[in-house]
């Protein structure tokens, strides 16, 4: 609207304009004289203006007349596109204005004005693989998705731009929610263009998304091969699809398979802990422990982690709880000031009744980060050295409401995982979880091996639940204060032997 009004003032300023010049042509004295030759004319100023208009008319005429005999002559000696190309030189001139027009339009945003650009672009070249990719990202620009939608598969039938046409449309039901089918158009963009990064990395989501490992390898390959992937990231990721395969092929009951996938998985990424646990068990299934403890001291070197230390204490399940602990100084040599390494031996010394050797293997934990774990084995000593009720109770209230510690979470989106996945489950991201503190504090106790996990045994399953159900509901907090009591009574009354509950862990 404001751009017709805007051109209609320009055409009244323009009129204007001319009739104030012609005026004052008109009332301006003088003449104007033409000598040629022996001939001279007097002119006025206003027939002079006239005069010199049509001479430039005439000239120009003159030019085009001699280019049209120009190309009939080269038709006429065998240029068989001579004329029509003399006819066609008007309006291809007019398209590609049109076309420059629509994508300056495209640019600043106006995809309304780039799509009635791209349409006059269209009338004049008849170039639809030009003027349908200005279409259709103009239509997407204005929310036009069904126009868009349209201009795509128009796309589909040239050669040159099915590739777009394919993008265009898998970005649209990606949009949608419909992945089963982006995924299928994914393939088809990538078979046309194996070397496009963003396919690439589409595809690769999409098919790890639908568990679809062995495909998500083979993009992952093409992604190193055509240099749009590091080496080091690749052989990480490489071994992240390896174990989610294995896990798959453990599902399905093939038990050799699945030591040879969680092996290889190892092998490609060591400090990967899924599949260190995966192949220290494969090993461990084939009775060589000595492989198995290789694996997972590798992986706790690099990140010392409580399901490795479960998976390590498989190793040797009949062992006495003095032995263990001897063992397992191997496996904690090199991480001896290590959190999760302190709360261990915490837990094997409690396991051994060595409650004083459980205390000080704690050190500074208590004070500087009193997690729900280091709580609940403050409260398994205190039961130990014969504290009161009242003393271990308190310790377990601390519990319930204290930091839960490392937990698998999403580097993307911070989302809080119960146990390690290749996919988030929330945000569909790739190999982004990794064992840290959340960035909320508040977020709920969801690991199964972080509170005792090589103590409880028998009681863990029973204890846990009443702990992580309590929740206050009312101003006085008694409902929590009931729960606490419960868990204590299960402390109290099923606390086992320490070699019985070291067994019924391991």
């Known amino acids: 609207m404001v751009w017709s009004l805007l051109k209609i003032l320009v055409f009244v300023l323009v009129v204007i304009g001319v009739t104030f010049g012609v005026i004052q042509l008109l009332e301006t004295s ?15 100023p206003l027939v002079a203006l006239v005069g010199l208009i049509a001479l430039l008319a005439i000239f120009w005429v003159a030019l085009k007349v001699l280019s049209l005999l120009v190309a009939i002559f080269r038709f006429l000696n065998g240029d068989e596109t001579a004329i029509s190309r003399y006819f066609d030189r008007s309006r291809e001139r007019k398209g590609f204005e049109a076309l420059a027009d629509g994508l300056t339009a495209l640019a600043s945003g106006e995809g309304h004005t780039a799509m009635a650009k791209a349409a006059r672009a269209e009338k004049y070249l008849k170039r639809p693989e030009l003027t349908n990719l200005i279409a259709a990202q103009a239509a997407e620009q204005t929310g036009d998705t069904r126009k868009a939608q349209e201009v795509y598969k128009n796309l589909l039938t040239d050669e040159r731009t099915r590739f777009v046409g394919v993008r265009g449309i898998m970005k649209q039901k990606l949009a949608e929610g419909d992945t089963d089918t982006a995924l299928k158009l994914a393939e088809k963009a990538f078979a046309l263009k194996p070397k496009h990064e963003e396919t690439q990395d589409v595809l690769l989501k999409l098919q790890a998304g639908n568990q679809d490992w ?21 052989k990480r990721r490489d071994a992240v699809l390896a174990v989610s395969e294995a896990k798959e092929v453990v599902a399905e009951g093939n038990t050799i398979e699945a030591r040879e996938a969680a092996i290889e998985a190892n092998r490609l990424s060591p400090d990967l802990i899924p599949a260190a646990i995966m192949a220290a068990r494969g090993y461990i299934a084939q009775g060589k422990g000595r492989y198995a403890g290789r694996v997972l001291k590798k992986a706790w070197d690099v990140q010392p982690h409580p ?3 479960a998976t390590f204490a498989e190793i040797a399940a009949d062992e006495t709880p003095q032995a263990r602990i001897k063992r397992f100084q191997s496996l904690v040599k090199s991480t001896k000031d290590h959190d999760e390494t302190k709360m261990l031996m915490a837990e094997l010394n409690i396991a051994a009744e060595d409650f004083p050797a459980a205390k000080r293997a704690l050190g500074d934990l ?10 609940t084995i403050m409260a398994a000593i205190a039961r130990g050295t014969g504290d009161d009720d009242a003393v271990v109770r308190g310790w377990l209230a601390k519990a319930l409401v204290a930091p ?7 580097d993307n989106c911070q989302q809080v995982h119960g146990t390690w996945e290749p996919v988030c489950s929330n945000c569909k991201s790739f190999d982004t979880l990794s064992w840290r503190v959340p960035a909320h504090s508040d977020a709920p106790a969801i690991s199964g091996a972080e509170m005792l996990p090589l103590i409880v045994g028998a009681i ?15 101003a006085d907090g008694s409902e929590q204060a009931d729960t606490v009591q419960a868990a204590a009574g299960v402390v109290e009354a099923e606390a086992a032997p320490a070699d019985a509950t070291v067994e019924a862990k391991t």
């Open 214 to 234: 062995a495909g998500a390898r083979k993009t992952l390959n093409a992604k190193l091969k055509y240099g749009a992937l590091p080496r080091d990231v690749h």
């Open 307 to 309: 399901e490795l230390a």
């Open 30 to 44: 003088g003449d104007v004289r033409i000598s040629i030759a022996n001939t001279e004319r007097t002119l006025t």
């Open 366 to 375: 208590l004070d500087r980060d009193p997690t729900a774990r280091v709580l």
């Open 404 to 410: 839960r510690g490392p937990q698998w979470v999403c």
């Open 460 to 474: 863990e399953d029973k204890s846990d639940a009443d702990m992580t159900e309590a929740q206050p509901t009312d």
